[in-house]
């Protein structure tokens, strides 16, 4: 199982961002997958989750300013931000929806 995260960025306060997560080493049509992230020093916070099938939710900190999809057929997954604020700077993890057992290497945000 890989994960791979990319897009990562410094954006202005305001500003939009796409992220990406490249899959592979398994079945990713079959697994939901969360976007999570993390400040150093503080806790691990799930921003977005969708279902195999496109069904999503978010994080009360980010609706209405993320949105996520998937494409199965390319086995990628991006959470497109808008209206970033610094407190969304952060490192930011795509995760198989197993318990998170498998973790790429992240992406930073920082909004500044």
Do not use: H
């Amino acid at each position: 199982v890989q994960l791979v995260e990319s897009g990562g960025a410094l954006v202005q306060p305001g500003g939009s961002l796409r992220l990406s997560c490249a899959a592979s080493g398994f079945s990713f049509s079959d697994y939901p997958m969360s976007w999570v992230r993390l400040v150093p020093g503080k806790i691990l916070e799930r921003v977005s989750m969708i279902s195999s099938s496109g069904d999503f939710a978010y994080g009360a900190s980010v609706k209405g300013r993320f949105t996520v999809s998937r494409d199965n057929a390319k086995n990628t997954m991006s959470p497109r931000m808008n209206s970033l604020k610094p407190e969304d700077t952060a490192v930011y993890y795509c995760l198989r929806e197993d318990g998170w057992a498998f973790w790429g290497q992240g992406t930073q945000v920082t909004v500044s």
